[in-house]
């Protein structure tokens, strides 16, 4: 018996913007192939995934914020703040585990500070992340006066371990992240609560969920995760920049968005923002590699937000401008 035509495309449809971000990215790589072969060496390859495990950590959480109709721009500043807390612990004497672990209450301690005021406080998300991220990093930057965290212990630098084993390290917990919240979001009631906080905050309420908490969580876990990157970033040098943190926001955002999930909430998948990671991870040095100032991949950066936001606001005038007419059909 045939398959109907309707169900043959299904999943096709259902991850159109993974797929086409997906062919876009190798057409890049065929691009680069064709004319920069010297891009795929090893060390190369490897570098771009290194630097876009810490990146990945954070694209995850800001997906369920931006799932849940909410925004963070504040991610860049607390990811420094962390940093630097970590470096400060570790040379003070703290073992990095317990180290990093407090780097990841400290992130999520900002991160459940800034959902409380815009869950239960009722403030907007656009204008507490923006306080946060100024009071973050102007503190910061009073208390350090741009100065690095040096003199960290032998056991700091790759956790410990050698360079080849710390790198391995770092990709793995990255990819153990995306897969855990991955899997948290298909299969598990809190996945759906934030698909429905995004989706319609008032009928998911009604359905018997609680908004409110779910918007309180995803603040909370993307300022864990925040501090988790931090981590899994600072390890990688020998001294700590209190301005690592710099621009991260809008790489997150335009991660997220270039892999399909709504800005205004509610729909979307964690591939797509995992595609997105890794082709702008891949974009800045490919521009070195064709020639381009490498500070383009900035200006592409906020391209992509502004067209995904215009792609959502048109997708939504023509949503609202197809009921009343289905409406009025007998």
């Known amino acids: 018996m045939?398959?109907?035509?309707?169900?043959?495309?299904?999943?096709?449809?259902?991850?159109?913007?993974?797929?086409?971000?997906?062919?876009?990215?190798?057409?890049?790589?065929?691009?680069l192939a064709v004319w920069r072969p010297a891009f795929f060496q090893p060390a190369q390859?490897?570098?771009?995934?290194?630097?876009?495990?810490?990146?990945?950590?954070?694209?995850?959480?800001?997906?369920?914020?931006i799932l849940a109709r909410q925004i963070d721009i504040a991610v860049g500043s607390l990811f420094s703040v962390c940093g630097v807390?970590?470096?400060?612990?570790?040379?003070?004497?703290?073992?990095?585990?317990?180290?990093?672990?407090?780097?990841?209450?400290?992130?999520?301690?900002?991160?459940?500070?800034?959902?409380?005021?815009?869950?239960?406080?009722?403030?907007?998300?656009?204008?507490?992340?923006?306080?946060?991220?100024?009071?973050?990093?102007?503190?910061?930057?009073?208390?350090?006066?741009?100065?690095?965290?040096?003199?960290?212990?032998?056991?700091?630098?790759?956790?410990?371990?050698?360079?080849?084993?710390?790198?391995?390290?770092?990709?793995?917990?990255?990819?153990?992240?995306?897969v855990l919240v991955a899997c948290g979001l298909r299969w598990l009631a809190a996945g759906r609560a934030v698909y429905a906080t995004g989706g319609d905050p008032h009928a998911a309420f009604l359905a018997g969920m609680r908004p409110r908490r779910v918007t309180l969580a995803v603040f909370s876990l993307l300022?864990?995760?925040?501090?988790?990157?931090?981590?899994?970033?600072?390890?990688?040098?020998?001294?700590?920049?209190?301005?690592?943190?710099?621009?991260?926001?809008?790489?997150?955002?335009?991660?997220?968005?270039?892999?399909?999930?709504?800005?205004?909430?509610?729909?979307?998948?964690l591939v797509g923002p995992l595609l997105g990671v890794f082709l702008l991870a891949t974009l800045k040095p490919a521009l070195v590699f064709l020639g381009a100032a490498a500070h383009w991949d900035k200006a592409l950066q906020g391209a992509i937000i502004l067209a995904a936001v215009a792609a959502s606001r048109l997708q939504t005038s023509h949503a609202a401008a197809a009921t009343p007419a289905r409406g009025r059909q007998p």
């Open 45 to 65: 390859l490897q570098a771009v995934l290194v630097s876009a495990a810490p990146m990945l950590v954070v694209c995850v959480g800001m997906t369920l914020v």
């Open 223 to 269: 300022g864990g995760l925040t501090g988790l990157a931090a981590v899994l970033h600072t390890v990688r040098f020998a001294m700590v920049d209190p301005a690592a943190g710099q621009g991260l926001e809008l790489q997150a955002i335009a991660a997220v968005v270039l892999g399909g999930v709504a800005i205004s909430g509610g729909r979307g998948t």
């Open 2 to 31: 045939a398959v109907p035509e309707k169900h043959r495309h299904r999943w096709l449809v259902r991850y159109r913007h993974e797929v086409a971000l997906g062919v876009g990215y190798l057409l890049l790589l065929v691009w």
């Open 85 to 178: 807390a970590v470096g400060l612990l570790a040379r003070g004497g703290w073992p990095m585990p317990l180290a990093g672990l407090a780097a990841v209450g400290l992130g999520t301690a900002v991160g459940a500070f800034q959902g409380w005021l815009v869950a239960y406080v009722g403030l907007p998300a656009i204008v507490v992340t923006l306080a946060m991220m100024v009071i973050l990093r102007e503190g910061l930057r009073w208390w350090r006066q741009g100065e690095f965290v040096r003199d960290l212990p032998t056991d700091f630098q790759w956790f410990g371990f050698s360079q080849e084993q710390g790198q391995l390290a770092l990709v793995a917990i990255a990819l153990g992240c995306f």
